[in-house]
């Protein structure tokens, strides 16, 4: 079970990526990202998305899930699903990269991963909370996925939060 965050991350802010594809966070984005190591995991989230993690975070996730697809592999109930174990090892082994903040704030975007983002040398990106990470948006795919969420966010939080 992942242990809760020590504050929630939450804000927004908009940012160039500069002509070397670094973007400087927020201060208090950066450290929340970042464990006392300097280590934070960079991860393709969803078309035009972003997430930074801190690495025990994300590891501990990623740990936790594939201690259970093991059992099941064990247990021999994925011999039908091995097209989809594939599938998944796939993305896994694409899904994330580890990245140093220089100077505490600035992380470098790796050249896979800014396909993935689809922002250009000297665009503008969205930084954004999402309460245990900072995800990187594109602009326009920020808009639509806030245009999508916007109208269900009371109930949403009654929800989480009832």
């Known amino acids: 079970m992942p242990t809760p965050p020590e504050a929630f991350i ?13 973007l400087t966070l927020p201060a208090e984005f ?21 997430s930074l993690w801190k690495a025990a975070d ?12 093991r059992e099941k ?19 896994l082994s694409t899904r994330s990269a580890e990245v140093k903040l220089a ?3 600035r992380v470098l975007i ?6 993935f983002l689809g922002v250009e040398k ?6 954004v909370g999402a309460v245990v990470c900072v995800e990187i948006w ?8 806030l245009r999508a969420d916007m109208p269900g966010f009371g109930e949403l939080f009654n929800s989480l939060s009832g």
Not at 58 to 69: E, H, T, Y
Not at 138 to 145: N, T, V, Y
């Open 58 to 69: 994300w590891q501990m996730r990623v740990d936790d899930g594939l201690s259970l697809l």
């Open 30 to 50: 950066a450290s929340s990202v970042t464990d006392s190591a300097g280590q934070t995991i960079l991860a393709k989230e969803r078309d035009g998305c972003l």
């Open 73 to 91: 592999i064990r247990t021999g109930r994925m011999e039908q699903r091995w097209t989809e174990v594939q599938r998944l090892g796939r993305l």
């Open 110 to 115: 790796p050249e896979g991963f800014r396909e």
């Open 103 to 105: 100077n505490r704030s």
């Open 10 to 22: 939450t804000g927004e802010f908009r940012r160039a990526m500069d002509d070397r594809f670094r």
């Open 138 to 145: 594109r602009p326009d795919a920020w808009l639509e996925q």
């Open 122 to 127: 000297g665009g503008d990106v969205m930084i």
